[in-house]
């Protein structure tokens, strides 16, 4: 699986958007964006997912570059609740890899 | 979504002794298993794969002796510590893998503290 590079830490204040930069430069054709997040003493949970076209659900929305070397988590109301670790991996969807945690992003969310 | 549930949350016992975390996945079968260990400040590390049904495949560095791995059934797996030690003190997170799509789904974790 490629490897991806993610910022140490991030702030937001509560109310706005985070924004969640990761780069993977060496990602492959049939290799998927993946994203994570894990709060404070839980196990980690699953928020998103996509190959190249920009993804939205309830939780994020996921934008994806057009030469997919790149990618950015949006939160669009960022809440107190948001503040964990978020990990990018990339991986085969549907292949039998498991997944990778790399040392993710640390996302501060204020009052 | 899937979910999948950790026992105990928290575990504390003496040097020596060994400990069992079960793991299971509730509302779907899962013939893959993963056990993770976090240790503070750091990321997840991959442990070992469990398949139902056969030995578990560890990753390099971890002494199979020492962490039972068990997956005798399509919604349970078993991780034993034995003999802990301080230094196995760790957040034990175990991942189950849904068909067709093989997503992954995490369990909440154990918190182990070895005396």
């Known amino acids: 699986d490629a490897k991806t590079t993610q910022p140490t830490s991030m702030d937001c204040a509560e109310g706005r958007a985070a924004n969640l930069p990761c780069n993977h430069s060496?990602?492959?054709?049939?290799?998927?964006v993946y994203w994570y997040r894990q709060i404070h003493s839980q196990g980690p949970q699953y928020i998103i997912h996509?190959?190249?076209n920009n993804e939205t659900n309830e939780m994020a929305s996921l934008i994806i570059t057009e030469d997919r070397k790149s990618s950015t988590l949006i939160l669009p109301h960022a809440t107190l609740r948001d503040t964990a670790v978020y990990y990018c991996?990339?991986?085969?969807?549907?292949?039998?890899?498991?997944?990778?945690f790399g040392k993710g992003t640390m996302l501060l969310v204020s009052p | 979504g899937a979910v999948v549930s950790q026992h105990p949350s928290w575990v504390i016992c003496k040097s020596g002794t060994s400990v069992k975390i079960e793991c299971r996945s509730l509302?779907?079968?899962?013939?893959?298993m993963f056990w993770y260990r976090q240790f503070p400040k750091q990321s997840l590390m991959l442990m070992a794969t469990?398949?139902?049904?056969?030995?578990?495949?560890?990753e390099q560095g971890v002494e199979k002796d020492k962490f039972l791995i068990n997956h005798a059934s399509l919604t349970l797996s078993t991780l034993t510590v034995t003999s802990a030690h301080p230094e196995d003190s760790s957040f034990y997170i175990c991942?189950?893998?849904?068909?067709?799509?093989?997503?992954?789904?995490f369990g909440p974790g154990t918190r182990l503290t070895v005396l």
């Open positions: 991942s189950a893998r849904i068909t067709p799509h093989n997503e992954q789904f």
């Open positions: 060496t990602i492959s054709g049939n290799e998927y």
């Open positions: 996509g190959l190249k």
């Open positions: 991996i990339v991986r085969v969807a549907g292949g039998y890899s498991t997944l990778t």
């Open positions: 509302d779907f079968q899962a013939t893959t």
């Open positions: 469990s398949n139902e049904g056969s030995k578990a495949t560890y």
